[in-house]
C-alpha cells in the first residue's frame, strides 16, 4: 500500500523533521516496514553525504564491527584521495553516518569511489537535501537518526509496506537521482514500463542503486533537469511517458512538485494556506500537523502542482 | 514493543489497529437523548464504542462528535435511526454500511463515504475522496462540495449529490438510482453502467462505455429542483441526463421481478 507525505514553508525554515515525523507515524497502518524522509536544511557551502557504511541486514555475522570500523577508516581515506576536506563526520547508527565536507569537484567521482567500498550506499548528496532511512515506523527511526531537531523548509516521507522487494534499507523511499544533487522522490504504485525506462537512462550513462521502480522516477526527472526543461514540464510530461498507476512527490533545493495518477488509483490529499503546503496520502497525516479546522481537498487525475519555498 | 527480523531486533508494532481489548471511553456529556463528545486522542475502536454504547445503552438519539480528526472507519455499521453530527474530517469508510441515521459531517470525507448505506441521509459540508457513495442501495448522499473519482461506483439505489465536480469514471458500473452533479465530470462518465440515471450540470469530459445523453423531461426537473432545493444547494439550469445506452445487454439469466415484467 505505502504512504507518501510532503510539507513545505513558503516563508522560512521551520520544525520540518518533527512535522514529517508526526505525519508519517499518522499513516503507519499504510506500510510499518520501513520510513524514511528527505529533508532539506539551510543551504550551505558544504556537501553533505549520508552514508550506509554496511548492510545492516548483515549483522549477525561475527566481524560486523570490525568491518564497519574498517569501512569508516576506507571512507575517511578515499574522501582525503579524492580532495576533499572532511569537515564533519557523524557516526548516527552502527551502520549510519553522515559527512560535512569541502569539495569542488565532480560528484559522481565522489559518489562511485565511496560506493566502491563493498556494501557502502550513499544514501543522499547534496548542498541541502538529506536523506534518512530505516527499518521500522516513523518514531523510532526519527529517534534513532536525531530527527526532532531538524529544521528546514520542505521535506517528504514514506512508509513502506514491502511488496515487490525485500524488507532492507535499499528498498526503502526516497530515492536520490544518482548522480545528480538534492532531488529526491518518494512513489505511491507501479510503473509497469520500469524496465524500458531503466534501459533507455541507463543508455544514457545512468546507474541505479535499487531493483526498486520508483528510482526510475528520480532519475529521469534530475535527467530531464539536467536538460534545462523546468520541474513542472518534466512532471507532466512524465504522466505520458510512465505506465502504471503512480502518485509522488518530487522535491529539489527550492521546489516540491506533486503528481496525481492518471487513473485515479491513489489516493492524495492537499492542504494549501498562505504559509505552507502539506499533502499527504491521508488526511490524517496532515490533521497531525495543524489543529484546527482546515479545508482539504483531493487533486483531480494527471494534476501537476509545483510549489517552490 | 521490540520484534525480531531475521537476526536484526526492529522496534515497532505491526499488530495494527485491531485493539481486541479496548474499553468504552464513556466520556460523553449526555442530556435526556442527546450527546456530545470530544473524540481527541481516542482510536478508531474507542470512538466507535462510545457511538455504539450510546445508541444502544444510553438510548441517545442526537449525537455530536468532535474532533474526529481524519480517522477511518468511524460511525460505521449503525442501524438505528438517529442524528449524528461530526464536526470535523472522516478518514476512509466514513459512515459505511449505515441503515437509518442522518449524517452531516461539517469536514471533509477521504475516500469511500457510506459505502453500502442501505438507507438514511449523509450531508459532507465540504470535499469528498473516490468512491464516495460506493456501492449504495438506499439513501441520499449529498456532498456540498467535489468528489473525486468512480463517484457511486456500483451503485445500487438511492441518490448521490455533489455541488461541485467529480472526478473520471462517474458512475462506474452503477446497477440502479440516481446522481446528481451540479459541476463538470472527468473522463469516462458512466462507463459499464447497466442502469440508473446520472444527471450533469456543467461539462463532460467524455462518455465512458454504454453511456448515452437522454432527453430531460419535465420529471427530471422536478426531481432536480425537489432534491436540489431539500438540500439548499445552488445549481445551474443546465442539466443534462445520461442513461445505460443497453448495448451490452446481452444476459440470458433475469432476476425474478425482472422476469415477470418480460414475460
Redesign the interface.
Known amino acids: 500500500m505505502c504512504g507518501i507525505a510532503g510539507v513545505i514553508h513558503k516563508k522560512g525554515p521551520s520544525d520540518i523533521g518533527a512535522e514529517i515525523t508526526r505525519m508519517l507515524q499518522a499513516m503507519k ?1 499504510r506500510g ?1 516496514d520501513s520510513t524514511g524522509f528527505a529533508l532539506y536544511g539551510e543551504p550551505t557551502d558544504r556537501v553533505v553525504m549520508r552514508i550506509k557504511l554496511a548492510d ?2 548483515a ?2 555475522e561475527i566481524d560486523f564491527g570490525e568491518r564497519l570500523e574498517r569501512h569508516r577508516l576506507e571512507l575517511e581515506a578515499r574522501l582525503g584521495k579524492v580532495g576533499a576536506l572532511l569537515d564533519r563526520i557523524e557516526i548516527i547508527t552502527e551502520y549510519a553516518c553522515r559527512v560535512e565536507l569541502d569539495y569542488e569537484g565532480d560528484l559522481k567521482a565522489l559518489v562511485d569511489y565511496v560506493e566502491d567500498i563493498p556494501g557502502a550506499e550513499v544514501l543522499s548528496i547534496g548542498h541541502s537535501l538529506e536523506i534518512v532511512k530505516d ?3 516513523a518514531v ?1 527511526v526519527a529517534e534513532q537518526y536525531g530527527l526532532s531537531s531538524f529544521r528546514g523548509t520542505h521535506a517528504i516521507g514514506h512508509v513502506r509496506m514491502a511488496t515487490e522487494s525485500d ?1 532492507d534499507i535499499a528498498g526503502a523511499h526516497p530515492y536520490w537521482a544518482y548522480p545528480f544533487a538534492d532531488l529526491a522522490v518518494v512513489h505511491n504504485g507501479q510503473l509497469t514500463n520500469y524496465h524500458q525506462w531503466r534501459r533507455r537512462l541507463e543508455h544514457l550513462g545512468h546507474r541505479f542503486q535499487s531493483e526498486c521502480d520508483s528510482e526510475i522516477i528520480a532519475v529521469y526527472l534530475a535527467e530531464q533537469l539536467h536538460n534545462d526543461i523546468p520541474l513542472e514540464t518534466a512532471i507532466k510530461q512524465s504522466l505520458d511517458d510512465f505506465d502504471g498507476v503512480f502518485t509522488y512527490v518530487v522535491v529539489t533545493k527550492d521546489s516540491l512538485g506533486v503528481a496525481k495518477d492518471v487513473m ?1 488509483a491513489k ?1 492524495l ?1 492537499l492542504y494549501e494556506s498562505d504559509d505552507m503546503v502539506a499533502l499527504a496520502s ?3 497525516a ?2 497531525s500537523l495543524i489543529d484546527h ?1 482546515i ?4 487533486p ?2 494527471g494534476e501537476v502542482l509545483v510549489w517552490n519555498r | 514493543m521490540e520484534q525480531v527480523v531475521g537476526e536484526r531486533k526492529v522496534r515497532y508494532d505491526a499488530r495494527g489497529l485491531v485493539e481486541p481489548d479496548a474499553e468504552i471511553p464513556k466520556i460523553s456529556e449526555i442530556d435526556g437523548d442527546k450527546a456530545v463528545f470530544d473524540a481527541s486522542g481516542l482510536s478508531i475502536r474507542r470512538i466507535n464504542l462510545e457511538l455504539r454504547w450510546l445508541l444502544a445503552e444510553v438510548g441517545a438519539r442526537d449525537i455530536v462528535v468532535q474532533n474526529p480528526g481524519a480517522k477511518h472507519s468511524i460511525g460505521v455499521g449503525i442501524l438505528q435511526r438517529c442524528k449524528i453530527r461530526f464536526e470535523g474530517s472522516l478518514g476512509y469508510f466514513g459512515v459505511g454500511l449505515i441503515d437509518g441515521p442522518e449524517v452531516t459531517i461539517t469536514g471533509r470525507v477521504g475516500w469511500s463515504v457510506a459505502e453500502n448505506m442501505m438507507a438514511g441521509v449523509v450531508v459532507v459540508e465540504k470535499n469528498a475522496g473516490s468512491l464516495a457513495g460506493a456501492a449504495i442501495r438506499g439513501g441520499d448522499l449529498v456532498v456540498k462540495g467535489d468528489v473525486g473519482a468512480r463517484t457511486g461506483i456500483d451503485q445500487k439505489g438511492g441518490t448521490i449529490i455533489s455541488g461541485g465536480n467529480a472526478g473520471m469514471m462517474t458512475g462506474f458500473m452503477m446497477q440502479r438510482g440516481r446522481q446528481i452533479i451540479c459541476g463538470n465530470v472527468g473522463k469516462g462518465l458512466g462507463d459499464s453502467m447497466y442502469d440508473g440515471v446520472i444527471y450533469i450540470g456543467g461539462k463532460v469530459a467524455s462518455l465512458g462505455v454504454d453511456c448515452i445523453e437522454a432527453e430531460l423531461t419535465d420529471d427530471d426537473r422536478e426531481v432536480l429542483d425537489r432534491k436540489l432545493g431539500y438540500y439548499g444547494i445552488e445549481h445551474p439550469d443546465t442539466f443534462r441526463k445520461f442513461v445505460c445506452a443497453k448495448k451490452l445487454w446481452n444476459y440470458d439469466a433475469l432476476e425474478p421481478s425482472e422476469r415477470k415484467l418480460v414475460l
Open positions: 497502518h510499518p545492516p541486514n549483522a549477525a527499518l521500522g515506523d523510532s524488507v485515479a489516493p490529499v491521508e488526511e490524517v496532515i490533521r479546522e479545508d482539504t481537498y483531493d483531480y487525475e
